[in-house]
């Protein structure tokens, strides 16, 4: 063995991302390619009126436009078919595409779409998560009973409400009559733009049968489902190509570009680049959703959790998305963590005239947990209990059920990662002077059990092909971890393996790069082909060596007879003998995780039952409060985070230094409010990233417990970080200052304005 | 209009509107696309060039205003057997690349501060790349990449 697992070996697109070689979605150039840009909503809610692109058509440099009459007249979506391609007859949020104009550049094509005639009558909009579900709301949909949903899955909605998940168990109001104490809360978290430097795009290319599309996709095979509903052609009637994706963080799982450019490339016959600008990007991006979340808790004489009552509301936008499945997250939060009695929890995710909302790395958990460890300092502060004490003394142990009635059979490692922050920095030296606070929060999070696969190759000169259709969405899944575990098999040095990039036609089904799924399940997937492949580089060894092939040790690009090191045969000379004898060396495998067993009938509308590999986390934030001007400092911050195993621990640390950052962004500075259905920050600089100059070095603690069906016992890394991020900030803020700000993010005006309400 | 520059020491003459960006040269009629479009709006840094030496945000900078000068970008960083400059190296060794969509302009700013300032401590790596947005990595590894860089001349 080379040791490559555990091993922090750089990664295969080192070279190709700092020479500029690397090609991007936004890099694709092919012969012939024309340049398209959509007409959008100016407006939240409204009634076309009248649509003339005359002047758009007859621009020189124009081939011609596409709009609503042009096109298959259907809905589609991830889960629910509630999304036109282009608005036809109304415009439910502002950016909503209306036309398409393609062109011979994009300079051409932005020329002529300001000749578009269009006029809108402005209609009422439903601009918050409270007007969608007050009484006489206008509805944002008036159709929605006609929306379809796949085969076999049906959710409560209704009206505004996109998708309910609700669970009602005996005893919360005896609970409640019979506490000793009852606090509650109410939270607002806004929107958080995925902001990823590369904005979204496609290119695409139809050769009079199949059609080919280039991607920076975090998950291809869900654009080419997508867009074969969306425009009404079979799957395998679309190729997707995926390119090097310049960050995705969750808004490049569900299709965007890809299905104008398709049909674009097909009317007008030949290669078509469809790419926002940042604006619009901004403006029409999946979001992660916005929410108001309100939680109240029974506590009895001896500061027990006896029960407690939660309702969320989530905004869901113009359209669905994948929103369905995430009302039942808080199922899987609000019960974790602490010892607690039972959980009532209704979640209603709702539509509004805004932009539709999304997947975040880490969805909907940062602001549940949010919620959840806000709160908690809330009752151990009530209880006048060190807020860290109370939190330990209530921990779940190893065996603890969820209200899903999952169990969780290591829920001990929780107080292993409060042991390790406080061997980091202890806890009673943090936050002490004037203006300074120290804020902690925890948090547990699965690894995303959806299938993938690899396939192995043995090359002839001795190298490792693996063929998959996942993708490197920056994290180092495919650049390191994967390709370090495929080398870790065969006693080679990473520098031999060679992953593909995605693409459909060639690799099975991944997928795609979604709650740090990629390293767990293509590992494992790896490790399965990978007992196929072993065996017949054995056999084959077995007759070059005239050995048994169970006498045989595979180590350092070698195969060596036990006991007789002198007996041995390369790696490649083994691929070169099969190839020409029995046929080349090559193995397939494929893995999925179990779901965890769960008590159907705990919840209505629970779409994402289980919390498969879970992980558990801890945070904590140190902060200094300028009171002139209510802006926060991070001076430390520290992570105990559990991975299984860390394949490869620079990489790991950049998962964490990265989604904290991010995290430090959602809780202090990244904004998008909304105004009567329209975001006030338009441009990146108004939305407020977290610069180098904010963010601090976080001090980091690994925990590993493998987990047996993990590859070399990895679990899923990249979400977690994210998770407690505001939580902890919060908390700390509110020690700082001694008054709560409930709402994310905490800018250095709601500060201000908690400063001096007395 | 005719406009003559230097773009990674080759000579090179471009017949294109006066407004045209520096950015929509580099990568649409020279196709160079190392340099990335990312904001338009000179905030993110992502397609930062040097001009004569001088880190510049080429989505904002008129290819006219460049008439004379020198332009590098990332394609011009590299020895001429395609090897990787130490910055680029230590950027490989130490995990300073996620994505890699900003690691173009984050080269080029960085090589402008090394050009200025050898031996930068921390919190002026981290002042030269406040312009530079990065949404995977959260800095650190960058800021230490360049670091390490002093410590190796150093030593």
Request: aromatic content about 6%; overall charge negative; some cysteine.
């Amino acid at each position: 063995m080379t040791g490559e697992v555990g091993r922090s070996s750089i990664r295969s697109d080192g070279a190709a991302k700092t020479t500029g070689k690397a090609i991007f979605g936004t890099d694709v150039i092919l012969p012939g390619m024309l340049h398209a840009r959509l007409l959008r909503s100016t407006v939240p809610a409204g009634r076309i009126i009248s649509l003339d692109l005359s002047k758009v058509v007859e621009f020189p440099g124009v081939h011609g436009v596409l709009t609503a009459a042009d096109t298959p007249n259907q809905r589609s979506g991830l889960v629910l078919m509630d999304a036109p391609l282009f608005a036809s007859e109304f415009v439910r949020f502002e950016g909503e595409p209306i036309a398409a104009v393609v062109a011979d550049t994009r300079a051409i094509a932005n020329q002529a779409l300001a000749l578009a005639s269009l006029e809108i009558e402005e209609i009422h909009s439903v601009g918050s998560v409270e007007e969608a579900i007050a009484p006489n709301a206008p509805l944002v949909h008036p159709d929605w009973e006609s929306f379809a949903t796949p085969p076999g899955l049906e959710w409560p909605r209704s009206g505004n409400i996109v998708a309910e998940t609700s669970s009602d168990p005996e005893g919360v109001d005896e609970a409640f009559a019979g506490a000793t104490t009852v606090v509650e809360d109410q939270f607002e978290t806004g929107r958080q733009y995925q902001a990823y430097m590369e904005p979204r795009m496609a290119v695409a290319e139809f050769d009079g049968q199949r059609f080919t599309i280039h991607v920076a996709h975090q998950f291809p095979y869900n654009v080419r489902d997508r867009v074969a509903a969306a425009i009404g052609v079979n799957p395998s009637e679309i190729r997707v190509v995926g390119h090097h994706i310049g960050g995705g963080f969750g808004a490049k799982l569900d299709t965007g570009l890809e299905p104008y450019a398709a049909l674009l490339a097909r009317r007008f016959g030949r290669p078509v680049r469809l790419a926002n600008d940042r604006s619009e990007d901004l403006l029409t991006c999946q979001c992660r959703d916005n929410a108001v979340i309100k939680i109240r808790t029974a506590i009895g004489k001896n500061g027990e959790l006896l029960a407690r009552d939660v309702d969320v509301l989530m905004d869901s936008g113009a359209s669905a998305t994948d929103i369905p499945f995430l009302t039942s997250i808080p199922m899987h939060v609000f019960g974790s963590l602490y010892r607690i009695g039972p959980v009532r929890i209704r979640t209603r995710a709702v539509y509004t005239n805004t932009a539709p909302t999304g997947a975040f790395r880490g969805v909907n958990g940062t602001h549940l947990y949010f919620a959840l460890e806000r709160h908690m300092d809330h009752i151990a502060n009530r209880l006048n209990i060190d807020r860290l004490e109370y939190r330990r003394s209530n921990l779940q142990p190893d065996g603890c059920k969820l209200p899903t009635g999952q169990v969780l059979n290591d829920a001990g490692i929780l107080s292993e990662a409060f042991d390790a922050v406080e061997q980091l920095a202890p806890w009673n030296g943090l936050g002490q002077g004037p203006n300074r606070g120290v804020g902690i929060a925890a948090c547990m999070w699965l690894t995303n059990p959806m299938p993938g696969s690899a396939t192995l190759k043995l090359n002839s000169d001795g190298t490792l092909g693996v063929l998959t259709a996942a993708t490197e969405n920056g994290s180092g899944a495919i650049a390191t971890g994967v390709r370090q575990i495929a080398a870790e098999e065969f006693g080679l040095p990473a520098e031999k393996v060679i992953v593909t990039m995605p693409d459909t036609d060639a690799a099975a089904f991944d997928a795609g790069s979604q709650g740090s799924r990629t390293t767990h399940i293509v590992g494992r997937a790896i490790r399965e082909a990978a007992i196929e492949v072993r065996a017949q580089i054995l056999d084959t060894a077995a007759d070059m060596l005239e050995a048994a092939p169970e006498d045989l040790e595979l180590a350092n690009e070698m195969v060596s007879v036990s006991g007789s090191p002198s007996k041995q045969v390369s790696l490649a000379e083994v691929a070169a003998t099969a190839q020409a004898n029995s046929g080349p060396i090559s193995g397939t495998g494929s893995y999925t995780t179990p779901m965890p067993p769960i008590n159907p009938t705990c919840a209505s509308g629970l779409l994402f039952p289980a919390f498969p590999t879970p992980t558990y986390h801890v945070h904590v934030a140190e902060v200094e409060i300028d009171p002139a001007t209510g802006i926060v400092r991070v001076l430390r911050y520290l992570v105990a985070q559990e991975v299984g195993k860390a394949i490869n621990p620079q990489a790991v640390r950049g998962q964490i230094q990265g989604g904290v950052a991010q995290g430090l962004g959602y809780a202090l500075w990244e904004t998008l409010q909304i105004d009567a259905g329209r975001y006030s920050q338009r441009t990146l600089e108004a939305y407020g990233l977290p610069l180098a100059t904010d963010t601090p070095e976080v001090e980091i603690a690994l925990l590993e417990h493998p987990d047996p069906a993990g590859p070399y016992g990895a679990k899923g890394v990249a979400e977690p970080p994210i998770i407690p991020v505001a939580a902890a900030i919060g908390n700390a803020v509110e020690h700082a200052i001694g008054k709560s700000v409930n709402t994310i993010p905490i800018t250095a005006e709601h500060v201000l304005e908690a400063l001096s309400n007395s | 209009m005719r406009t003559k520059l230097t773009v990674n020491t080759r000579d090179v003459s471009v017949e294109a509107p006066p407004t045209e960006t520096l950015l929509t040269t580099l990568r649409d009629r020279l196709q160079l696309t190392g340099t990335k479009e990312a904001c338009v709006e000179g905030e993110c840094g992502a397609c930062t060039v040097l001009l004569d030496g001088r880190p510049v945000d080429s989505c904002i900078y008129a290819t006219a205003a460049a008439a004379g000068l020198s332009v590098t970008t990332v394609e011009g960083l590299c020895g001429l057997d395609g090897s990787l400059s130490p910055l680029q190296q230590s950027f490989v060794d130490h995990f300073a690349i996620q994505c890699g969509f900003c690691t173009p302009g984050l080269l080029m700013t960085l090589n402008a501060l090394l050009e200025a300032n050898p031996d930068p401590d921390r919190e002026e790596i981290e002042n030269a790349i406040a312009g530079n947005l990065c949404r995977c990595t959260g800095y650190t590894q960058i800021v230490e990449a360049v670091e390490a860089i002093n410590q190796e001349s150093l030593s």
